[in-house]
């Protein structure tokens, strides 16, 4: 029999009585506590390693360290830092001296910011924008009518020279702020050091991609038609 693939994003159960939350918990078919056992073994070996184990290890820290009020029970607890101050956090946490920042030229100012508030928080900062190297669109077959800017040069998104660069510069984390869709999976894949999205490109909603989420019973009513 076929296995059905893993679909916890289609689990029925509440929270509290899933099987991943409770001993005896509840399980669909397709449930991958359930399923993919050798994938948790698998994982909890991965995590021998003492690199491995200290990053997994200071990450969940760090996620318990961005809320308030624990000492008065879950019901109580709040959310405190922005994404941007956990990534300090962290990369202080993970004693990292020098990290990458790989952005957007949508997004140079916000860049320029945050290279800022890295540097004056310790860190060396290592920065490389997505039309580095200038190379023509042409390059990779994009055809002139297939550019936002037609009957102009243009130069081409360039992660992969982005990763390129911080990998020659020796950066222990990575931080991509704005890369567009599949340039940012580009870089992820060449990245030598472990990569944290800051910001994910939507050019439309304020690089908040989730608003056309939050909104798809009103304003994006229309994406479920799509
Ligand atoms: S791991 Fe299993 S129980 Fe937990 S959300 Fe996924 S399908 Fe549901």
């Not at 056992?37 to 990450?59: D, G, T």
């Amino acid at each position: 029999m076929t296995k059905e693939l893993a679909g916890c994003a289609r689990c029925p159960f509440d929270t509290k009585e899933r099987l991943c939350q409770t001993e005896d918990g509840k399980s669909p078919a397709f449930c991958p506590t359930d399923t993919y056992q050798a994938a948790v073994e698998n994982s909890l070996e991965e995590l021998k390693k003492p690199e491995i184990l200290e990053f997994a290890r200071q990450a969940s820290i760090q996620e318990a360290h961005g809320y308030a009020n624990k000492d008065l029970g879950y019901t109580h607890v709040k959310p405190v830092k922005p994404r941007i101050l956990e990534t300090v956090e962290f990369a202080k946490r993970m004693h990292y001296k020098r990290l990458g920042l790989a952005f957007c030229l949508g997004l140079r100012p916000e860049a320029k910011i945050i290279e800022k508030l890295f540097s004056t928080s310790g860190f060396e900062v290592v920065s490389a924008l997505c039309k580095m190297g200038r190379t023509p669109k042409e390059d990779i077959g994009v055809r002139d009518d297939q550019k936002i800017n037609i009957g102009c040069f243009e130069s081409m998104c360039n992660p992969i020279a982005q990763a390129y660069v911080m990998n020659s510069e020796k950066t222990e984390f990575n931080i991509v702020v704005g890369l567009c869709i599949g340039h940012d999976s580009l870089f992820l894949k060449y990245s030598e050091a472990p990569c944290t999205v800051l910001a994910a490109k939507d050019r439309l909603l304020g690089h908040n991609p989730l608003a056309a989420v939050y909104t798809i019973d009103t304003y994006y009513r229309s994406l479920k038609s799509e």
